[in-house]
């Protein structure tokens, strides 16, 4: 079966003449497909029926199938999909009151980076997704606010998986976001715990797309046991890269911190991060940890947070303590596993 949302315009246009239809039919496909957005081939209102059969019994529209859904009190809204090969991934999105929507997409089935406070990374590493399985995330929430009069208005890669580990295809599904959603570079985000020569490919790009990158600690030895990347790529050389990165872009890169309270998050860490951070084009997000099963820290209390963000603005650093999203169905950042929601039925 042929998954649509693979093929390009050429390719759909070659898939159909295989199929012997005319070759306006491709573009009636395409707009049902990335204007209308329809789930179904029966939506398709203006092609023959005979058209529609031969779709049927040789294609699909996407790979993802839901498996569960939770809902936070916050609005935050959590999916549970199951690929064609058994992998299971999630999806989130999170609905503001300046009305973005913003959906939080995966770019690989669990992670082999290892973040110890990660529940991906705690889970190990399946696979690599295809640029076609990220796109669809994306283009299902796009499709569902639709229906209700609203629209996707961000994309992050912020969900499980490493992007920079599986470069070409999210590169891709930037690109396929910003043809066929029309979502603007700059409104889409894509994060990395500090693979250093992609971020450098990654600023020779010439792409608007913002850069975020995860850092959490500032000592080389601290850092390596949070998070095991730092042992390849140290500290020193993944500022170069960043460095390298506004040089290159004349953007500014984001910083993200999640504050463990009695680890990262006191005045002399704050003021070691200043002191890294001192002169580069940035802003820190700092975020109190989202708890997970496997790891024993917690999240920063209220006044050291404080402290914290009062510390780096006194150094110059522009800093913003983030609301934790959705930490109630397990949504919060580094909090997106699959165990949990296996055997739960879509509610």
């Not at 246009?13 to 496909?29: G, N, S, T, V, W």
């Not at 030895?221 to 390298?244: K, Q, T």
């Amino acid at each position: 079966m042929t998954n649509l949302y693979a093929l390009d315009e050429a390719e759909l246009a070659a898939y159909l003449a295989a199929l012997d239809e005319r070759p306006f039919r491709a573009k009636q496909i395409w707009q049902w497909l990335y204007e209308k957005r329809v789930s179904s081939f029966d939506a398709m209102t203006n092609l023959p029926r005979a058209t529609i059969a031969k779709l049927k019994e040789s294609a699909r529209l996407g790979e993802l199938e839901m498996t569960a859904r939770q809902l936070s009190k916050d609005g935050t809204e959590k999916r549970l999909y199951r690929l064609p090969d058994g992998q299971l991934i999630e999806s989130v999105l999170m609905p503001y009151d300046d009305k973005r929507r913003t959906a939080c997409i995966s770019s690989q089935a669990g992670c082999a980076l290892g973040c110890v406070f990660c529940a991906t990374g705690q889970m190990g590493f399946g696979r690599h997704l295809s640029a076609a399985e990220i796109f669809e995330q994306a283009l299902i929430f796009a499709r569902d606010l639709a229906a209700r009069g609203e629209r996707l208005s961000n994309v992050v890669f912020m969900g499980m998986g490493e992007p920079f580990h599986n470069y070409e295809a999210s590169l891709e599904a930037i690109d396929l976001l910003m043809k066929r959603l029309g979502i603007g570079a700059r409104h889409i985000t894509i994060s990395t715990v500090g693979l250093v020569p992609q971020i450098r490919r990654f600023a020779d790009e010439g792409l608007q797309v913002k850069l975020a990158v995860s850092l959490h600690k500032t000592d080389d030895s601290e850092r390596s046991a949070l998070m095991p990347v730092n042992r390849v790529w140290p500290i020193a050389e993944l500022m170069d890269a960043c460095r390298y990165y506004v040089e290159r872009t004349q953007r500014r890169i984001t910083f993200e911190w999640a504050a463990i309270a009695g680890e990262n998050d006191t005045v002399a860490e704050a003021r070691r991060l200043g002191r890294l951070l001192a002169g580069l084009h940035c802003h820190v997000n700092v975020i109190p940890l989202n708890p997970t099963g496997g790891y024993k820290g917690g999240p920063a209390p209220a006044p050291d947070l404080n402290r914290f963000l009062t510390t780096l603005r006194q150094h110059g650093v522009p800093a913003t303590a983030r609301l934790r999203r959705g930490i109630d169905i397990d949504a919060g950042c580094g909090q997106l596993k699959t165990a949990a929601h296996d055997a739960e039925a879509i509610r």
